[in-house]
């Protein structure tokens, strides 16, 4: 069984400073993890994917993770963030079936 | 490339009808589309798994008779809310995968229903 736990709900963050999003796993399979963006009222869309390779992984919009085997980790990081990228930010692991399991989510608030 | 789009984008119906939500992958075969429901505030909760041609697999605690799902073909999946009530009001998401190792899961925009 797989499961994604994301310690903080929010993170308030002033504009151009550096952020982290935090996200853990358990899997019992091979390790599969995605970081997804959702803004008020849309979809989910894709920030970034580990799926094997470079530990370290680029995604869109400036936001990069790293893949932790030994603390079962894959943190989300932008060294400076915009008022734009205030939103809700998923850790997901995908387990057996290609289901993803999803953390509970980490609201990002940037303020000017 | 990799759309999937759903429709209607938001839905007010009346307490003991019938709500029918589209989702399409628009450029590409989807062999399994996901639904997923979110609660205000909350992460998304999958509700079922269809492959295409196949009757859909429930996740615990999902009412299929409630909540049906078709999935026609390799780009559209439907989910109807029957018989819905103001609980049933709620964010509804698809999303829709290939085949192959690496494929991803495609989100739609969602639709939000609301029951009165």
């Known amino acids: 069984a797989q499961s994604v736990t994301q310690l903080d709900s929010q993170v308030p963050v002033f504009e151009e400073a550096p952020v982290e999003l935090r996200c853990n796993y358990s899997?019992?399979?091979?390790?599969?993890l995605f970081w997804y963006v959702q803004y008020p009222n849309q979809g989910l869309q894709l920030l970034l994917k580990?799926?094997?390779?470079?530990?370290l992984v680029k995604g869109i919009n400036g936001f990069e993770a790293e893949f932790n085997k030994s603390q079962t980790s894959f943190h989300l990081r932008k060294p400076s963030v915009h008022i734009s990228d205030t939103a809700e930010y998923f850790c997901?692991?995908?387990?057996?079936?290609?289901?993803?399991?999803f953390g509970g989510g980490t609201r990002l608030m940037v303020k000017p | 490339g990799a759309v999937v789009s759903q429709h209607p984008s938001r839905v007010i119906c009346k307490s003991g009808t019938s709500v029918k939500i589209e989702c399409r992958s628009l450029?590409?075969?989807?062999?399994?589309m996901f639904w997923y429901r979110q609660f205000p505030k909350q992460s998304l909760m999958l509700m079922a798994t269809?492959?295409?041609?196949?009757?859909?697999?429930?996740e615990q605690g999902v009412e299929k008779d409630k909540f049906l799902i078709n999935h026609a073909s390799l780009t559209l999946s439907t989910l109807t809310v029957t018989s819905a009530h103001p609980e049933d009001s709620s964010f509804y998401i698809c999303?829709?995968?290939?085949?192959?190792?690496?494929?991803?899961?495609?989100f739609g925009p969602g639709t939000r229903l609301t029951v009165t």
């Open positions: 999303s829709a995968a290939g085949t192959g190792v690496s494929y991803e899961q495609y």
């Open positions: 899997s019992s399979v091979s390790v599969y």
């Open positions: 580990y799926l094997s390779g470079s530990t």
């Open positions: 997901a692991v995908r387990g057996a079936g290609n289901m993803l399991t």
């Open positions: 450029d590409f075969q989807a062999t399994t």
């Open positions: 269809s492959n295409e041609g196949s009757k859909a697999t429930y």
